[in-house]
């Protein structure tokens, strides 16, 4: 049971918006730490997408944005691709577990 | 080459041993932190160790702790993951990750292809 908690699964048509929570309490997200996102594509390793909330490394697109309010934080993909398809995790840290670091759930995307 | 190579893939009965180690290239490998993050088959990602650049501070998930033990061998620029006490939810594939810092408090910002972890008798 993951610490933050992501729907299973979100989708969309190409083209269209798709948002993804990250939703997580005052131990966590709510404490300050920053939130993080990374994509994973079938059989491959994940890949950094945001960090610090709402900063995009170079090379990822900027129809992804990242963004953190309260105990929450959330990731939207806009102008949906086909190779937008895959899992998408978010990850922060956490004080009440010796300050370990945490994922979320994960959110499968699919590209109707 | 920027990349991070893992080793050590195998198969361990439960209650057993085993030791994963992640090479590092085409970084300053002590500067940053270094991280160990698993995923079950069809699963989602799960923390499981840290340490820090100078390797003096480390951290576990609560699910490892005690049984697993996180290393660097910063003249090597190698990092090692020695687990004991396998269970069968230990299998999985083990990614090492670095931390954009060297405090172990930041963002995965390059992952290793990963290596697989199988417990069974």
């Known amino acids: 049971q993951s610490v933050l908690t992501q729907p299973p699964s979100v989708s969309g048509a190409p083209g269209q918006a798709v948002t993804i929570s990250c939703t997580g309490s005052?131990?966590?997200?709510?404490?300050?730490?920053?939130v993080h996102w990374y994509q994973q594509l079938p059989g491959t390793a994940p890949k950094l997408l945001i960090f610090?909330?709402?900063n995009r490394p170079s090379g990822v697109p900027d129809r992804f944005s990242g963004s953190k309010s309260g105990t929450s934080a959330s990731l939207a993909i806009s102008g949906l691709q086909a190779e937008d398809e895959a899992d998408y995790y978010c990850?922060?840290?956490?004080?009440?577990?010796?300050?370990?670091?945490?994922f979320g759930s994960g959110t499968k995307v699919t590209v109707l | 080459e920027v990349q991070l190579v893992e080793s050590g893939e195998g198969l361990v009965q439960p209650g057993g041993s085993l030791r994963l180690s992640c090479a590092a290239s085409?970084?300053?490998?002590?500067?940053?932190?270094m991280h160990w993050v698993r995923q079950a088959p069809g699963k989602g990602l799960e923390y499981v160790s840290a340490?820090?650049?100078?390797?003096?501070?480390?951290y576990y998930a609560d699910s490892v702790k005690g049984r697993f033990t996180i290393s660097r061998d910063n003249s090597k620029n190698t990092l090692y993951l020695q687990m004991g006490s396998l269970r069968a939810e230990d299998m999985a594939v083990y990614y090492c990750?670095?931390?954009?810092?060297?405090?172990?408090?930041?963002?995965?910002?390059?992952w290793g292809r990963g290596t697989l972890v199988t417990v069974s008798s």
């Open positions: 990750a670095r931390d954009f810092y060297d405090s172990g408090r930041g963002y995965f910002d390059l």
């Open positions: 005052s131990s966590n997200i709510g404490a300050g730490y920053d």
């Open positions: 990850q922060s840290y956490d004080s009440s577990l010796s300050g370990s670091g945490v």
């Open positions: 340490i820090s650049g100078n390797g003096v501070s480390t």
């Open positions: 610090g909330n709402s």
């Open positions: 085409g970084f300053t490998f002590s500067s940053h932190a």
